[in-house]
């Protein structure tokens, strides 16, 4: 009795233990391979935008190409929050996609704000692998270099 | 013990003097310690070669044998979740790291579903203990 309880409890050690090594080496590994994969690729970052001159309303695309080196598939979100002065939101954009090994997709953040009231950005990006459970994610605040400038 | 203190500290005294200053650059950036992460893994890595010393000097049977192992389930479990919090373990696998470069930027490695993993393994390592003594005690020779 004792030898059989114990065998099962030594297997299912074994078992979760081979999972834990399996499921986080590939995540991270996938996770890692996208981030840097993307970083390679970040002159491919294209930003289109159009301003309506009668209304001022501006219209920004980002086009963010996201290529999973890895060996799972990925969860990709990029996020994109224009601030103004103030700190209130003025636009949001977001977008997420998920990519399979070897796949490059193209993730679209739109946002729409009235020229003039931005100040700032956070930017965010996150990769998740494994039904989501694992993740890496990175966010940033950029701010506009137009205070203190002297006016021409 | 190899693997917890005398790897890692030999490591950090063989390192050159330019990896050395590496280690101090993410401590400026990010406020990970990593010499500290290194000291904490020597004093675990003693603690659980002395309770393994203690298991192996004990009868299974023994209460000390039970309280050694079980010692070292819950040392190993605090000293994955030191790691996987990056020198935190109260982040349970959710490590959020601060970059100062000057701008605010934070990284956040979300690890928790392999903390889980790594709890339900301490808690079939302690189980699989307490049946071990459980049985031993009752086949132990009178």
Same mark, same amino acid.
């Given at each position: 009795m004792k030898r059989k309880a114990s065998k099962i409890l030594s297997v299912t050690i074994i078992i979760l233990y081979a999972s834990l090594l399996i499921v986080s080496s590939a995540s991270?590994?996938?996770?890692?391979? *996208?981030?840097?994969?993307?970083?390679?690729?970040? %002159?491919? =970052?294209?930003?289109?935008? *159009?301003?309506?001159? +009668? *209304?001022?309303?501006?219209?920004?695309? =980002?086009? =963010?190409?996201?290529r999973n080196r890895g060996i799972v598939e990925v969860n990709v979100k990029v996020a994109v929050k224009l601030i103004s002065?103030?700190?209130?939101? =003025?636009?949001?954009?977001?977008?997420?996609?998920?990519?399979?090994?070897?796949?490059?997709? %193209? +993730? /679209?953040v739109v946002a729409t704000f009235l020229r003039g009231t931005v100040d700032g950005a956070d930017l965010a990006f996150e990769c998740r692998a494994f039904f989501d459970l694992i993740? /890496?994610?990175?966010?940033?605040?950029v701010e506009t270099p137009t205070e203190g400038y002297p006016s021409p | 013990m190899i693997f917890?203190? !005398?790897?890692?500290?030999?490591?950090?005294? &063989? &390192?050159p003097p330019e990896i050395k200053s590496y280690v101090l650059l993410i401590k400026d950036y990010t406020g990970i310690d990593?010499?500290?992460? !290194?000291?904490?893994? &020597?004093?675990?890595?003693?603690m659980l070669a002395a309770l393994s010393f203690a298991k192996n000097m004990t009868h299974e049977w023994s209460i000390m044998n039970l309280i050694a192992a079980l010692l070292s389930e819950a040392i190993g479990f605090y000293m994955s979740l030191f790691l996987l919090g990056l020198g935190n373990p109260l982040s349970m696998g959710l490590a959020k790291i601060p970059i100062n470069y000057g701008g605010g930027a934070t990284a956040a490695l979300? &690890?928790?579903? $392999?903390?889980?993993?790594?709890?339900? !393994?301490?808690? $079939?390592?302690?189980?699989?203990?307490? $049946?071990n003594f459980y049985y031993a005690r009752k086949e132990r020779p009178v």
């Open positions: 991270l590994f996938s996770i890692s391979s *996208t981030l840097v994969g993307s970083l390679e690729r970040a %002159e491919d =970052v294209r930003f289109d935008s *159009t301003t309506n001159p +009668l *209304t001022g309303v501006v219209n920004l695309a =980002v086009h =963010v190409p996201i002065a103030d700190g209130t939101i =003025v636009a949001e954009g977001f977008d997420s996609k998920r990519i399979g090994p070897g796949e490059t997709k %193209e +993730l /679209l993740g /890496l994610s990175f966010s940033m605040r | 917890l203190s !005398i790897l890692p500290s030999l490591s950090l005294w &063989l &390192l990593v010499q500290f992460m !290194i000291t904490v893994a &020597l004093v675990v890595g003693l979300d &690890l928790r579903f $392999v903390t889980l993993l790594d709890a339900a !393994i301490m808690a $079939v390592s302690a189980a699989k203990s307490v $049946v």
